[in-house]
């Protein structure tokens, strides 16, 4: 008997800083989100598409669910509360080497109330004695009753195949989302500002970079010199913040811009010319208008 073809959309939730973003970068086999080991790097909700013979999955990569007093963060966490009721499937990550906390309790509680099919996932096990996962996974069972527990190491790619496996088993049956070779539903100009972004984030110290956000202003090809020409304009909203972020005789941004431009021509395969400028724009982060013009 022939097996139905499978698709769906499968929301990866969680705290902030427990794997999410290197899990789908695992899954669909490119970087597509960014990494850093700061708490709140996601901002959006990103789609990595991964195709395998008999079905599709649509990965969703969320922002971390926290306590969020601002109004930037309010909408990050709304954003994961929205794709967790808007999939087929939700993957609670935990991160193995903090232990079950207690937000990741409350978070059980809001997948299990959501009823929609569920897995856990827990990550970073490649930093845990193994003996010590097999009472979390307990832990685990007893607040997701029925759901598999599935131990992995997203940066490792320990357990990736046996969860993309859980995964497949728990979508509908249904036609390809999209065409075969489709990595992504995102346009290239958010991707170069979560490029950018990252290399902010890497860079620059305490609560600056949480400051700031990254508008695409020129994204263009020039076949003469086949090169893909691209102008940014990093958003800070304090008038202190930019000369931190340009740095003395703009080695900072220099090298920001550097990193940024490595990683956008390792995606495109293309040669880039990027251009990186900086702006004051005060309360940006508490304007609707500028946070639904970046997707927030």
Known sequence: MTRPHRSGYVALVGRPNVGKSTLLNAFVGVK??????????????????????????????????????????????????????????????LDAAAGVTAADRALAADVAASRVAALVVLNKIDRVAKPALLPQMQALGVLLPGRDVVPVSARTGEGIDALLGAVVSLLPAGPRLHAEDDLTTETERFLVQEAVREQLLLALREEVPYGTAVVVDTFREDADRDLLLIQATILVERPGHKGIVIGTGGRQLGEIGRRARLALEAFFGRRIFLELFVRVEPGWSRNPRRLAELGL
């Open 32 to 93: 597509l989100a960014i990494v850093t080991p700061k708490p709140q790097t996601t901002r959006n909700r990103i789609a990595g598409i991964r195709t395998l013979p008999g079905a599709q999955v649509v990965f969703l990569d969320t922002p971390g669910i926290h306590a969020a007093r601002s109004g930037l963060n309010r909408r990050m966490v709304d954003t994961a509360r929205r794709a967790l009721g808007e999939a087929d499937v939700a993957a609670l990550v």
